[in-house]
């Protein structure tokens, strides 16, 4: 079945410590999108890939930041997580056709920091 | 800029009862409109979107909505509901190449 992959499902890592979270399509979609969802609230769009050319939140802070190698995968990078960076990270792909956009989500990776 | 309100924060219903979830949005262009559910620990799911056509439109677990242009609502509803319907419920307005959440509706559905 057609999908999107998140790597790991569960991420604990320490204050201050790099850590990387995967994405991986099969949907073949050109759209890659990370949100960050923390607790009862909507997810918060990060920044998103329209084929190779990244797109930046503007209130996304400096402390994320991700790359795409190719079509299939995409990888968030949090330099030096904070307290206030646990969340839940959800990626999502799509294909933009005539003005529209229909999200597909991953199941998440849940991000703690000690 | 678009913006959606779902009025509703959490909705308690009995097991086998009717329930509407409300959506409400604003924007100054066309939009495309959608239904997710998340439950407990995982993403979203899609349940139905409304692009054009019909304004009623049917989805997965048996949910519905119906798009009301001169209300600006999206009501997800389902006639009788189950104790798995138990999730998030957030709608989403995609518009100008971008999708805003609402702030979601928790549905508890009880035996």
């Known amino acids: 079945d057609a999908m999107v992959i998140q790597n790991p499902r569960y991420q604990v890592t320490q204050f201050g410590k790099p850590v990387t979270l995967s994405c991986s399509q099969t949907?073949?979609?050109?759209?890659m999108y990370w949100y960050q969802q923390k607790s009862s609230q909507a997810p918060k769009l990060l920044f998103h890939?329209?084929?190779?050319?990244?797109?930046n939140e503007a209130d996304t802070p400096d402390n994320f930041q991700s790359r795409r190698p190719n079509t299939s995968f995409c990888f968030l990078d949090i330099r030096s997580p904070g307290l206030g960076d646990a969340a839940m990270y959800l990626c999502?792909?799509?294909?933009?056709?005539?003005?529209?956009?229909?999200?597909?989500f991953g199941p998440g990776t849940r991000l703690t920091v000690l | 800029a678009q913006s959606v309100t779902q009025l509703d924060s959490q909705v308690p219903v009995f097991e086998e009862a009717p329930v509407e979830l409300r959506c409400n949005y604003s924007?100054?262009?066309?939009?495309?409109l959608f239904w997710y559910v998340q439950y407990p620990n995982q993403g979203l799911q899609l349940l139905l979107k409304?692009?054009?056509?019909?304004?009623l439109v049917k989805g997965i677990n048996g949910f519905e909505a119906e798009f009301n242009k001169s209300q600006t609502s999206f009501h997800l509803r389902k006639p009788s509901v189950h104790i798995s319907d138990t999730a998030e419920y957030f709608c989403?307005?995609?518009?100008?190449?971008?999708?805003?959440f609402g702030g979601g509706t928790r549905l508890m559905v009880k035996p």
């Open positions: 999502a792909t799509s294909t933009r056709l005539a003005g529209t956009d229909t999200q597909y």
């Open positions: 949907l073949n979609h050109n759209v």
């Open positions: 890939y329209y084929d190779k050319d990244f797109n």
């Open positions: 924007s100054s262009v066309s939009v495309y």
């Open positions: 409304y692009l054009s056509g019909s304004t």
């Open positions: 989403a307005v995609y518009a100008g190449n971008m999708l805003t």
